[in-house]
């Protein structure tokens, strides 16, 4: 699996799959598109468990978030606005 089919599986609303597939991914190459990949996929994920009243794992990939954002390139800044 590529980043390209990551984001295909977001789009279609895949988020646990797509989750499941860029978690390892990206602990094993941490470049620019799977950075992208790992936070927009996150940021998902997180929006999710918050959905389901699963708000200790929700606030778990939050603060993954918050390590990870400071990582990657966010010259739009839409990264820091979700």
């Known amino acids: 699996m590529e980043v390209k089919d990551i984001f295909e599986l ?18 094993t190459h941490k470049g620019h598109y799977t950075t992208i990949a790992m936070f927009w996929v996150g940021v998902d994920m997180m929006q999710l468990r918050y959905q389901q009243r699963r708000l200790e ?22 990264g820091q606005s979700a």
């Open 10 to 27: 977001r789009k279609q609303g895949r988020t646990e799959e797509a989750y499941a597939a860029i978690v390892p991914m990206y602990a």
């Open 57 to 78: 794992e929700a606030y778990k990939i939050f603060q993954s978030l918050m390590r990870l954002y400071p990582t990657m390139e966010d010259k739009d800044l839409k």
